[in-house]
């Protein structure tokens, strides 16, 4: 079965700087995909970025980038020039090609907290 | 455009009630899914459904119930509430298809707490 591990229950940066959130996963499959969601305080579940296990080039969106490194079945956020809007729980995804109806499997979260 | 609504957002439950939690999309999706958060985890698949009248078990079906007569809708029934339905309940729903990397899109979450 697959599992995905965020080692970072919490972090906190500065606003303006820059800060990585960890995950890696586990998994048999060599064909999947991974997402990035935010849940700020409002509970909604917002994807922040995705990831084809397939595509070698890193995603970004605006100042959310990823490090996928499928080797080693990592893939951390990065998030650039930190706003305070940024702070929120960011949890990692994983998406297999025959998992259950295509569920996510969710790892434990990353509560961010952004500093002014 | 409404995308995922879930009824209701907070709900106190005495133990052995019962109760329904309503979940309903508007952007015609075949899959919905429903996932529990407790503090601390990750979200976990209660149950999913495929397209109305299709529903299976996911990770932690025991003491819910669920049906999909339409595609718009999705309830979750708990039997007998336990001190261990605590937990903030999520709505999901996604277009899916041959592509695999689409969006979730997830509704606001009901906060239920058995007593």
């Known amino acids: 079965a697959q599992t995905v591990t965020q080692s970072q229950p919490e972090m906190s940066v500065q606003e303006a700087e820059t800060v990585t959130l960890s995950c890696t996963y586990d998994t048999s499959e060599s064909d999947y995909y991974l997402f990035w969601y935010k849940q700020p305080p409002s509970r909604q579940m917002i994807l922040v970025i995705r990831?084809?296990?397939?595509?070698?080039q890193n995603a970004t969106e605006n100042r959310f980038s990823v490090n996928f490194q499928k080797a080693a079945k990592s893939f951390s956020l990065k998030i650039s020039d930190s706003q305070l809007g940024d702070a929120a729980m960011y949890f990692c995804a994983y998406r297999g090609l025959y998992n259950q109806g295509g569920k996510l499997i969710f790892g434990q979260g990353t509560e961010l907290s952004v500093k002014p | 455009n409404a995308g995922v609504t879930q009824t209701p957002k907070f709900r106190i439950l005495k133990i052995g009630q019962s109760m329904t939690l309503q979940c309903t999309q508007d952007?015609?999706?075949?899959?919905m899914y429903w996932y529990r958060q407790d503090p601390g985890m990750g979200l976990k698949l209660i149950y999913y459904?495929?397209?109305?009248?299709?529903?299976d078990k996911g990770e932690v079906p025991n003491g819910y119930n669920v049906s999909r007569s339409t595609t718009e809708d999705f309830p979750l029934r708990l039997e007998l509430a336990a001190p261990s339905q605590t937990s903030v309940y999520f709505c999901a729903s996604d277009e899916l298809g041959t592509r695999m990397n689409t969006e979730a899109f997830f509704g606001q979450g009901t906060r239920l707490t058995v007593v």
């Open positions: 459904s495929v397209g109305a009248g299709i529903t």
């Open positions: 990831q084809e296990a397939y595509k070698q």
């Open positions: 952007m015609n999706h075949n899959y």
